[in-house]
């Protein structure tokens, strides 16, 4: 009996390789593959929603008639409408499920099923779903199902390998000849060890034994590959299962969940895979069919109205400007070597060539005004800044008058002969230059001093109160304080200002005033991104305009609360109808969910086929039998 044990183990491992062979070339003629199905979890979650329902029976107005709506179905024999449960489907057999976007994500549930036939102690079953949205594959993370002796095999590598690192000694002082070591120390070192100690230690360190250890360690890599031919995944697999027995299927629900894209309509899984022995490739299977998931959102129900705004055209307009033009003590002829008068110049001619080529508005004037600091008596300054005021005055009207000539156009006319003639544009309006003098600049002076962080408090309040005396002896009362010097070296030169105001008319335009209707571009835009299902940037558009639109946003966040008392104040349309039932249903108030629904259907048939596309909705349709076309229950 003894010696006939090992023939006995023999037999039943080729037993057992037959085994595994017949039934791979089954699998092979017969193409089996791994199944996808839509999720049986959640079609029977579902089923048990609809059933949950608080109410057999509703009792709903129509104008002025009464209308019942019950669970029921048509007895055959007496045509009436009998109370009945809904009755489950024995097996999901659909290819397809609608599926709904909410808060910006679509969750896509199915079922991995490997069957029976396919199912081997021996085997490792590598599974690769992938999603088709768009124009993109995805590939999704891999399920494996693992025969019980893949799985020992596996773990009988890691074991040999483990047992191999055990092996390598990493410690260098046991590479050492302690012994040896130390009789040569008590011989020839006293005390310390020094550098001839350091040329001992290497003479009696094992350098063979230390190679050959190191050797092990390098190769580790390659010891592991060949002890573990097949290694357990841990990074891009969704499920690595073990199998004991095969006495039937495996099922594995497989959820993803997706950020929605603009315009996503239908999202479609496909599967693939591969069957492994021993890490040795045994067979591919097919692709499957796919599976359709088809995405609806409450994008889809936006509003697309044009919304316009009336703004108000003013034929008059005007722009101002200013500059700090230095000019000489007592002076008022332009200098542009003047400090920074060149760049200051430059500043406003540039100001006045954009006006010339505007080709919305035409100037008509333009009044330069002038300031002086305080030195010297008011009636010189009132004079200076005057002349000075003429001064700038006269320097930008011949600028302008200058470019004006260097850029005069010229247009071709035909005659009636054919011969061409050159004539002269029509020449633009003069416009006017004013000069306005403004005097002593006491305003500004008075705003530098409060601001300077220089002055002291108490010298602020001296100024402040020599400011408050007549306007001829303010200077005079100032020449007395210890801070003047400062006034007139920091502060004085920023006083004389030049400034400019343009005094615009729109081209064309006779009336003064014109109202204007225009497309609102700021609700163009927040349509745009619900569309695109940006519902929180959206939302922070739409809100001060407290729509349709407005409260769909809201529902997409599940701002319910909100959604609600902007639909209430809201015309009955069927979509806003629509919409009511919706949110009614998420309050599971049926009655008025119900009601709103067939409101909405009586005057848009359409939405009673929208209304599986939504979850809510569809419990409803399912659990009272909305979608009977039996005018004696229910009219649309």
């Known amino acids: 009996m003894k010696a006939s044990t090992p023939w006995t183990l023999l037999l039943l491992l080729l037993l057992c390789g037959c085994g595994s062979g017949a039934k791979m070339r089954r699998v092979k003629q017969q193409e089996l593959s791994a199944r996808l199905s839509l999720s049986r979890e959640e079609w029977e979650e579902e089923r048990s929603i609809i059933r949950s329902g608080t109410r057999d029976t509703l009792t709903l107005r129509d104008g002025d008639r009464e209308i019942i709506v019950m669970k029921a179905i048509r007895d055959e024999e007496t045509g009436e409408m009998v109370a009945n449960e809904v009755i489950d489907a024995a097996v999901v057999t659909a290819r397809f499920r609608n599926i709904a976007e909410r808060l910006g994500q679509i969750d896509i549930r199915f079922d991995v099923c490997v069957p029976a036939a396919m199912q081997d102690a021996k085997w490792q079953l590598r599974l690769y779903p992938q999603l088709f949205v768009q124009a993109d594959t995805l590939p999704l993370q891999a399920v494996i199902v693992t025969g019980a002796d893949y799985r020992k095999e596996q773990l009988r590598g890691y074991r040999q390998y483990e047992r191999y690192l055990r092996s390598i000694i990493t410690d260098s002082t046991r590479f050492v000849d302690w012994r040896n070591l130390k009789i040569w120390i008590d011989r020839n070192l006293s005390h310390n060890f020094g550098p001839d100690g350091q040329e001992a230690l290497l003479h009696y360190t094992r350098k063979m034994l230390k190679r050959y250890h190191k050797s092990k360690w390098d190769a580790r890599e390659k010891v592991f590959a060949h002890y573990v031919p097949s290694p357990i995944l841990t990074e891009g697999v969704r499920l690595d299962t073990v199998l004991q027995d095969a006495s039937g299927d495996f099922?594995?629900?497989?959820?993803?969940?997706?950020?929605?894209?603009?315009?996503?309509?239908?999202?479609?899984?496909?599967?693939?895979?591969?069957?492994?022995?021993?890490?040795?490739?045994?067979?591919?299977?097919?692709?499957?069919?796919?599976?359709?998931?088809?995405?609806?959102?409450?994008?889809?129900?936006?509003?697309?109205?044009?919304?316009?705004?009336?703004?108000?055209?003013?034929?008059?307009?005007?722009?101002?400007?200013?500059?700090?033009?230095?000019?000489?003590?007592?002076?008022?002829?332009?200098?542009?070597?003047?400090?920074?008068?060149?760049?200051?110049?430059?500043?406003?001619?540039?100001?006045?060539?954009?006006?010339?080529?505007?080709?919305?508005?035409v100037t008509d004037s333009v009044v330069v005004s002038a300031w002086a600091s305080p030195e010297g008596s008011l009636a010189a300054n009132q004079l200076l800044t005057q002349r000075r005021a003429a001064s700038v005055a006269g320097y930008f009207q011949r600028f302008l008058q200058h470019y004006r000539d260097s850029v005069q156009s010229f247009r071709i006319t035909v005659t009636e002969?054919?011969?061409?003639?050159?004539?002269?544009?029509?020449?633009?309006?003069?416009?006017?230059?004013?000069?306005?003098?403004?005097?002593?600049?006491?305003?500004?002076?008075?705003?530098?001093?409060?601001?300077?962080?220089?002055?002291?408090?108490?010298?602020?309040?001296?100024?402040?109160?020599?400011?408050?005396?007549?306007?001829?002896?303010?200077?005079?009362?100032?020449?007395?304080?210890?801070?003047?010097?400062?006034?007139?070296?920091?502060?004085?030169?920023?006083?004389?200002?030049?400034?400019?105001?343009?005094?615009?008319?729109?081209?064309?335009?006779?009336?003064?005033?014109?109202?204007?209707?225009?497309p609102d571009t700021l609700y163009r835009r927040a349509v745009a991104l619900l569309r695109d299902r940006d519902y929180p940037a959206?939302?922070?558009?739409?809100?001060?305009?407290?729509?349709?639109?407005?409260?769909?946003?809201?529902?997409?966040?599940?701002?319910?609360?909100?959604?609600?008392?902007?639909?209430?104040?809201?015309?009955?349309?069927?979509?806003?109808?629509?919409?009511?039932?919706?949110?009614?249903?998420?309050?599971?108030?049926?009655?008025?969910?119900?009601?709103?629904?067939?409101?909405?259907?009586?005057?848009?048939?359409?939405?009673?086929?929208r209304g599986n596309l939504d979850p809510e909705i569809h419990v409803l349709i399912e659990r009272y039998g909305l979608d009977r076309d039996d005018e004696t229950d229910i009219n649309y």
């Open 251 to 361: 099922v594995y629900e497989y959820t993803q969940t997706l950020r929605t894209r603009p315009r996503l309509k239908k999202v479609e899984v496909v599967l693939s895979g591969e069957i492994f022995q021993e890490e040795r490739h045994l067979y591919s299977m097919p692709r499957t069919q796919p599976l359709a998931f088809y995405v609806s959102s409450l994008s889809d129900l936006t509003d697309p109205t044009e919304r316009y705004v009336t703004r108000i055209v003013e034929r008059r307009a005007s722009s101002h400007n200013s500059c700090e033009l230095a000019f000489r003590p007592g002076q008022w002829e332009m200098d542009p070597n003047l400090e920074d008068n060149r760049y200051q110049m430059d500043r406003i001619r540039e100001n006045i060539l954009e006006l010339e080529r505007n080709d919305e508005y």
């Open 538 to 609: 959206a939302l922070e558009l739409l809100r001060p305009y407290r729509d349709v639109n407005t409260a769909l946003a809201c529902m997409a966040l599940d701002y319910n609360a909100s959604a609600l008392d902007i639909l209430l104040q809201q015309k009955r349309t069927p979509a806003v109808n629509y919409l009511l039932a919706l949110l009614y249903a998420r309050r599971q108030e049926d009655e008025l969910a119900v009601q709103h629904f067939l409101d909405a259907c009586r005057e848009n048939h359409s939405l009673l086929f």
């Open 417 to 518: 002969d054919g011969r061409e003639r050159l004539t002269a544009a029509e020449k633009p309006a003069s416009i006017r230059f004013l000069s306005h003098s403004k005097g002593e600049n006491w305003t500004l002076l008075e705003r530098l001093v409060l601001l300077d962080s220089c002055l002291t408090s108490a010298q602020k309040a001296s100024f402040l109160s020599v400011s408050g005396r007549p306007e001829d002896q303010r200077e005079e009362a100032l020449r007395k304080e210890a801070f003047y010097p400062y006034l007139r070296e920091q502060l004085y030169p920023r006083l004389r200002l030049v400034s400019f105001d343009f005094y615009l008319s729109r081209k064309g335009m006779v009336k003064d005033t014109v109202h204007t209707t225009e």
